[in-house]
Antibody, heavy 121, light 110 residues
């Protein structure tokens, strides 16, 4: 059974850095895309980006490019979403998922439980 | 503003059928596969349909998807109160080089 286990909730101040994690299990971690989606309070889903752990290729949404970094460690089957400088507008629930991304397709089939990030002074 | 357009809400009585639409463009739905998700508030999204009309294991055949041109449709038959929640469509956008989602449709089973 594919499972995605995310790290716990975080409370940070604007300007601080943060890394959240997602451990995948039950599938070949290195050979499938894994990524992140954001859901702000009361809003819909926004795709952040993905990484292919086997070669560290990444794809980012233009809306998030340059503000976050996605990385992965195949030795512990874990993907990361990192901010160097948090903003109050980063406050949201962040979901990780195993994604299938190809020339004609992009969908997430197994989702983590979510990590709530709160950025407030 | 979402790249894909969905109605904010739909409603129907138990046992009836409901259709949720998802409108896009040639850069997304028109030339790529559509997918659908259900999300109960406070929980993670769950994949219902991928590649326009395929169901993951465990998804009942009351849920079906289709695509025509730049629009995709999710049909739910034999509505149950447990089907309530938010439904999102998604696809790959070739111009953006990213997965895009609709704004979501809240389903109420009256």
């Amino acid at each position: 059974e594919v499972q995605m286990a995310q790290s716990g909730a975080e409370v940070k101040k604007p300007g601080e850095s943060l890394t959240i994690s997602c451990q995948g299990s039950g599938y070949s971690f290195a050979q499938q895309w894994i990524g992140w989606a954001r859901q702000m309070p009361g809003r819909g889903l926004e795709w952040v980006g993905v990484i292919y752990p086997g070669d560290s290729e990444t794809k980012y949404s233009p809306s998030f490019q340059g503000h976050v970094t996605i990385s992965a460690d195949t030795s512990i089957n874990t993907a990361y979403l990192q901010w160097n400088t948090l903003r109050a507008s980063d406050t949201a629930m962040y979901y990780c998922a195993r994604f299938f991304v190809g020339e004609y397709s992009g969908y997430g089939d197994s989702w983590g439980q979510g990590t709530l990030v709160t950025v407030s002074s | 503003q979402s790249v894909l357009t969905q109605p904010p809400s739909v409603s129907a009585a138990p046992g009836q059928r409901v259709t949720i639409s998802c409108s896009g463009s040639n850069s997304n739905i028109g030339n790529n596969f559509a997918s659908w998700y259900r999300q109960v508030p406070g929980t993670a999204p769950r994949l219902l349909i991928y590649q326009n009309d395929r169901r993951p294991s465990g998804i009942p055949d009351r849920f079906s998807g289709s695509k025509s041109g730049t629009s995709a449709t999710l049909d739910i038959t034999g509505l149950q109160t447990g089907d309530e929640g938010d439904y999102f469509c998604g696809t790959w956008d070739s111009s953006l080089g990213a997965v895009v989602f609709g704004g979501g449709t809240e389903l109420t089973v009256l």
